[in-house]
């Protein structure tokens, strides 16, 4: 599935068509405006007949022929989702060192990783929460109605952290499948940046998502409850000079 968010760039259209002609299982949808990142994710999702989903963005790319093992991974121990290791490239085709996740581990819940492999730190680098390097069961998406909000800044943080409390079966790799493109005019760096007005607003939205997830899992973990609401004070007051 390519989900084309209101694109202007027809080259890249016309290509996508050339490739559908040749591929029949290749879906091209449009949505009706411009949603952004997280948007476009939820179209994907909710359009999607497959049993897994995989989310690459398109400036991206995966590991030559890493499908098959993959796939392997995730139907053989019945997982609700698998996650792995990645590699950063520059425009350059330069690579950076191996951003680890963590090693192999063998099956196991969310919160049994959440506890014992991240020691309680799911922020940063104790728990990335992109959600390119990971792949999810559509059917555990969809039964925890875990979807993407759609502001241009922490968009995925909320599918990956529900994830990993409700996962009843997961597992990581310590193999870089995805290899994620450090490109300085993406969203991120020119648009949102670090500072100013878009990613405060951004940041109050993500905080409010956060708490609705506190009260949401309150019966589920006390921890990662109070965790998540104080997460919300940092996240408000995170942009205050």
């Known amino acids: 599935i390519v989900v084309n968010d209101c694109s202007t760039d027809q080259q890249s259209l016309d290509l996508l068509y050339t490739y559908q002609k040749k591929q029949n299982n290749l879906q091209i949808l449009k949505t009706e405006h411009n ?6 994710r939820n ?22 022929n890493c499908l098959t093992e ?10 609700d989702y698998l996650a792995f290791d990645f590699l950063d490239f520059d425009d350059n085709g330069n690579s ?28 940063n680098n104790q728990w990335d929460t992109n959600v390119w390097h990971q792949i999810y069961k559509r059917e555990f998406l969809l ?5 993407f909000t759609e502001i241009s800044y922490f968009d995925d943080m909320i599918v990956n952290l529900k994830s990993l409390i409700y ?28 500072s100013g007005r878009t990613v405060f607003d951004a940041s109050i ?7 609705n997830f506190s009260h949401e899992i309150k019966e589920i973990d006390t921890y990662f409850s109070n965790h998540f609401l104080d997460a919300v004070s940092h996240r408000s007051n995170s942009f205050t000079k």
């Open 143 to 147: 039964k925890h109605n875990i979807f």
């Open 96 to 123: 950076k060192p191996n951003r680890l996740v963590t090693n192999d581990t063998d099956v196991m819940t969310g919160l049994e990783y959440a506890y014992n492999i991240c020691d309680k730190k799911i922020w």
């Open 70 to 79: 993959l796939l392997k991974c995730v139907e053989e121990n019945n997982l």
């Open 43 to 64: 179209h994907g999702i909710r359009n999607a007949k497959g049993k897994y989903i995989w989310f690459v963005d398109q400036d991206d790319k995966i590991e030559t």
């Open 167 to 194: 996962a009843k079966r997961m597992q990581t790799l310590h193999t870089a499948y995805y290899h994620y493109r450090y490109n300085e005019q993406s969203v991120l760096h020119t648009e949102v940046g670090y």
């Open 35 to 40: 949603v952004r990142v997280g948007g476009a």
């Open 205 to 211: 939205s993500a905080s409010v998502v956060l708490l």
